[in-house]
T-cell receptor, first 111, second 114 residues
Framework: GQNIDQPTEMTATEGAIVQINCTYQ??????LFWYQQHAGEAPTFLSY????GLEEKGRFSSFLSRSKGYSYLLLKELQMKDSASYLC????????????FGRGTSLIVHP | EAQVTQNPRYLITVTGKKLTVTCSQN?????MSWYRQDPGLGLRQIYY???????DKGDVPEGYKVSRKEKRNFPLILESPSPNQTSLYFC?????????????FGPGTRLTVT
């Protein structure tokens, strides 16, 4: 199985940049996801990394280092609506293609 | 509209009274799964299904059953609910094709067992 670790809570200022880290241990890595979840709502897909490097998508970027078991989600030009939980999820090669989620990082953006 | 639907959205029930939470997707996805979400514990997988008539246990299957008789439906059954099953439940589906197989989540079912 996987062991996924991410900070419980972070705060940042509107307009700033924030980096949310995720470390993982898995017996057979097969992709890492980031999801956003607003309070009381369903998670929505943000990004996917399976190779090392940076994937950029608008204000959001995600980075992966497989050798270090490490990923981060970078949010630029923060907006109040970015206040949400950010979930890191890792898929391994056990064959189900269903990833395991970390406990999530609650991001609070203040004016 | 492509979506995953769950019913009911909210349910309050009593210990021991059997209940079913339905989940349906209209995207022809092979993979479907159920999660429960509790404060401080994140999303934990209950059961998953890779296709019709193929189901397997996730990380927290005790007290739950599932079935996959049709590709679009994946109901979650609590035969004898207990208070420790009070939680927010999410159903999700994902395709087999494409690059990432990202999951699409239903809106959630908030269950309270008294």
């Amino acid at each position: 199985g996987q062991n996924i670790d991410q900070p419980t809570e972070m705060t940042a200022t509107e307009g700033a940049i924030v980096q949310i880290n995720c470390t993982y241990q898995t017996s057979g890595f097969n992709g890492l996801f980031w999801y956003q979840q607003h309070a009381g709502e369903a998670p929505t897909f943000l990004s996917y990394n399976v190779l090392d490097g940076l994937e950029e998508k608008g204000r959001f970027s995600s980075f992966l280092s497989r050798s270090k078991g490490y990923s981060y989600l970078l949010l630029k030009e923060l907006q109040m609506k970015d206040s949400a939980s950010y979930l890191c999820a890792v898929r391994d090669t056990r064959g189900s293609y269903i990833p395991t989620f970390g406990r999530g990082t609650s991001l609070i953006v203040h004016p | 509209e492509a979506q995953v639907t769950q019913n009911p959205r909210y349910l309050i029930t009593v210990t021991g009274k059997k209940l079913t939470v339905t989940c349906s997707q209209n995207m022809n996805h092979e993979y479907m799964s159920w999660y429960r979400q509790d404060p401080g514990l994140g999303l934990r997988q209950i059961y998953y299904s890779m296709n019709v008539e193929v189901t397997d246990k996730g990380d927290v299957p005790e007290g739950y059953k599932v079935s996959r008789k049709e590709k679009r439906n994946f109901p979650l059954i609590l035969e004898s609910p207990s208070p420790n099953q009070t939680s927010l439940y999410f159903c999700a589906s994902s395709p087999t094709g494409g690059f990432s197989y990202e999951q699409y989540f239903g809106p959630g079912t908030r269950l309270t067992v008294t």
